[in-house]
């Protein structure tokens, strides 16, 4: 009933930017937070940055002046600008969102399929 499409992903040199999107489609009353999540091979999935519906964002520290989470309501779709990016930003990204099909009614957690995000050293 609810599906997210990431975009944005490639390969990109050390100190450059990316923009990732994920578009929110189905049976929407409202969406509550969004986040963008990470994961390094052999790694867990690691938390890098929410965003409230309000559009309050809070960041993991490592990424804190370098990446810029966003909302746009209207289009039911959170991006993530990414700039100096490091070879440690090197990870799977996905998307997260909290869904409600009516007022208090929410889906199970949503996730994305992940794009990938490669910074080359």
């Known amino acids: 009933q609810v599906q997210l499409v990431e975009s944005g992903g490639g390969l990109v040199q050390a100190g450059g930017s990316l923009r990732l999107s994920c578009a929110v489609s189905g049976r929407i009353f409202s969406i509550n937070d969004m986040a963008w999540y990470r994961q390094a091979p052999e790694k867990q999935r690691e938390l890098v940055a929410s965003i409230t519906s309000g559009g309050s964002p809070n960041y993991v520290d490592s990424v804190k002046g370098r990446f810029t989470i966003s909302r746009d309501n209207a289009k039911n779709t959170v991006y993530l600008q990414m700039n100096s990016l490091k070879a440690e930003d090197t990870a799977v990204y996905y998307c997260?969102?909290?869904?409600?099909?009516?007022?208090?009614?929410?889906?199970?957690?949503?996730w994305g399929q992940g794009t990938q995000v490669t910074v080359s050293s």
């Open positions: 997260y969102a909290k869904v409600a099909k009516f007022r208090g009614i929410y889906y199970p957690d949503s």
